[in-house]
């Protein structure tokens, strides 16, 4: 059963539920400082707002994955 923390605050597994990554991948994220979050006494929190800067600050543009898939087979007589 989830906690709702009132729409402004995401506790860490409501993070990785809506980010679709692990509770690991999360508390990297908040430990490098990359989501500004907030302990309260044991449970951390994250803001709404926050996490919405983030997702624009990583967002990926057009063309910045071409590194990640081959170009295709060379063809003969390219020399490869």
Do not use: F, H
């Not at 989830?2 to 994220?29: C, D, F, H, Q």
């Not at 044991?42 to 996490?51: A, E």
């Amino acid at each position: 059963m989830t906690k709702s923390t009132g729409g402004n605050w995401l506790g860490v597994p409501a993070l990785a539920k809506e980010l679709g990554v692990t509770l690991r991948t999360v508390y990297a994220i908040l430990d490098a400082g990359d989501i500004p979050c907030y302990r309260i006494r044991r449970v951390i929190r994250i803001k709404r707002v926050d996490l919405d800067a983030y997702l624009e600050r990583v967002k990926v543009k057009p063309g910045e994955l071409r590194n990640l898939y081959p170009q295709g087979k060379p063809k003969p007589g390219d020399g490869g």
